[in-house]
């Protein structure tokens, strides 16, 4: 049985572009891997950013500061970074008793995929939308709007909860979760740095040799204050594309049923409401992309194309 899974598995992953090896039985430690080096490669970053800035305004406690924050935002972007989402996202959780519906097929579907069963917040919007969070299977949370919960039908909002618990299994919501804090902190920088060049901030130093390299230092620093920011959402972006097919290859083959995953992301991508707790940084947490009636270029969009994951879904033989 395991084996006729693991076949069929590797037949849905090549219709989602998504490699054979990068299935349920390794994504998980491969995303416990990634975040630990992303982890690393922002502490390296930022206080490399830190020695630039710290260079270009003269000022060695920038450094200081930017070594400990990072690594402050390090650890507490693993402990805490699913409570910093919830609360950007203006989240509470339902209880048992207030939502024994949603509750109940949640509970059925981690019966069947060996989960534990996560807590269930809900968002008060009529955009429709999901996504999840939390360090591990153990301290998971879906997250729904009360839009979703209106207007999908059982089948259709079966499909969106496989997905999201698909995440929980897989590992996702650490790694996507902790990419929100990083990148808002990188770009929090990069805002300081241009509103102390903007306002006429300037090292008092006026050493020739020491004002030339300083005058490197600042070029530096300003390019990096532009393209940090960019850098950082692009990772982020490339995260969630690759997400997005796996979790609903493995939603499709936990529910049975691909069409109802698929009729959801057409009605939830067809509503034309944006939500209005989303921002640029957790847009890439969601099932959808939560800004409605902007055109934006394939290199930036949060998501892969709707039609693309529908048509993938709608192309898999589950029996």
Excluded at 141 to 165: N, P, R, S
Aim: hydrophobic share 45%.
């Amino acid at each position: 049985m395991e084996q006729k899974f693991k076949k069929g598995f590797s037949a849905v992953c090549s219709m989602f572009y998504v490699p054979c090896f990068m299935t349920i039985y390794n994504q998980a430690d491969k995303n416990t891997r990634l975040t630990w080096i992303y982890i690393t490669g922002f502490l390296v970053f930022v206080i490399g950013v830190g020695y630039v800035f710290a260079g270009a305004m003269g000022n060695s406690a920038i450094l200081y500061g930017a070594v400990i924050f990072s690594i402050l935002m390090s650890f507490g972007s693993y402990w805490w970074s699913d409570k910093i989402v919830l609360g950007m996202s203006k989240a509470k959780e339902v209880t048992h008793e207030e939502g024994r519906e949603i509750y109940h097929l949640v509970e059925n579907l981690c019966i069947t995929a060996g989960l534990p069963v996560p807590k269930i917040y809900i968002i008060e919007d009529s955009a429709p939308n999901a996504f999840a969070t939390g360090r591990d299977k153990e301290h998971g949370v879906i997250c729904l709007t009360t839009g979703i919960i209106d207007k999908l039908e059982k089948a259709e909002l079966e499909g969106v909860l496989a997905h999201e618990l698909s995440h929980i299994g897989n590992r996702d919501i650490l790694l996507s979760t902790i990419v929100v804090v990083l990148v808002g902190f990188v770009t929090l920088m990069a805002d300081w740095f241009r509103n102390w060049t903007i306002f006429g901030g300037r090292s008092r130093d006026n050493d020739r040799e020491g004002g030339q390299l300083q005058l490197i230092l600042m070029i530096v620093a300003i390019a990096l204050s532009i393209l940090a920011p960019i850098a950082a959402m692009l990772m982020q972006l490339a995260i969630s594309r690759k997400r997005e097919f796996l979790a609903d290859a493995d939603a499709a083959l936990l529910t049975r049923y691909p069409e109802g995953l698929a009729r959801a992301l057409e009605k939830i991508s067809g509503n034309s409401e944006p939500l209005e707790v989303a921002n640029r940084a957790t847009a890439h947490l969601f099932i959808v992309n939560p800004f409605k009636g902007k055109k934006i270029s394939k290199l930036f969009l949060t998501h892969p194309p709707i039609e693309d994951r529908v048509a993938a879904l709608r192309g898999m033989n589950i029996k």
